[in-house]
């Protein structure tokens, strides 16, 4: 049988990953210290804005936080209201204007500065200028060993690398097990981020032609609960690296049960993996 594995698409590998950090946008630490001697004022309008964050109502969430850092400069708060206006506006893809804030309040961060540098580095990265991204997410972890944001950062700073090119650096980031990532996965096994830091090495070896390698990282995930999505994802790279790995009866009987489940499923993610899983199966044919 004649065939030629076709390299996955741009757009179908920021489908499966370009999720990734918008993942990790809801995951703020938020501290749980009172405002010790505020004012009924303060804390008020500082739970009035953390409440319409916490609705994904960003714009107006902004708008009261600028009114908050505006009547209170003195504020307890004042890092965790800034950490918030970040967010907000990276929410609202203001990607440029969150960095900037971040930027310039860094020296204020206090005990949120592990925060602070995460959030630029998820602003830098949707910029898309992926090697100061890696940077950052590099610095969080050689200056916050014990961050909360350890796991997210390893993947974000792979994710980073595989997204510039550099395979052979996300391999070792994602597969050095004294690294940060398999490191914090021992730590976290049924995190999402594992699953997806798991997915993210799989696809690398694949690009780097290493299919065995890929289908143990899989392998790692055979006993975790997998949301649906990433289920079908695993069992999509499977069948991708067992056809570029020339298995072709064993890509073609993963392929088929991938596609019987899909069957059912209407919702969006399913119908676009679908159609993919067809254009596989087209060319395995």
Known sequence: MSWRLKEPSKTSTRRWFGGLSWVFAFGLLLPACGFGAASPAEIKAYDVA?????????????????EFLKNHPTSEKLPEAILLQAQCRYQQKRYQPALSLLRENLGGAAGLADQYRYWIGESLF??????DAAAAFSELLGDFPNSPRRLDASVSEALAWFRQGDLRRALDLLGRPDGAFQESAQSNPDSELTARGYLLL?????????????????????????????LWQQQYLRARLQLAGQQLDAS???????LLQLGSVTNPPARRLQSDVITLLGELF
């Open 126 to 131: 949707q910029l898309g200028n992926y090697s």
């Open 252 to 258: 073609l009987q993963t392929l088929t049960a991938l």
């Open 50 to 66: 953390l409440r319409s964050f916490q609705t994904d109502a960003f714009d107006l969430a902004e708008r009261e936080l600028a």
């Open 202 to 230: 799989a696809e690398v070896c694949l690009g780097l032609k290493e299919f065995q390698a890929g289908e143990e990282a899989l392998g790692r995930l055979t006993e975790r609960r997998l949301r649906p999505e990433l």
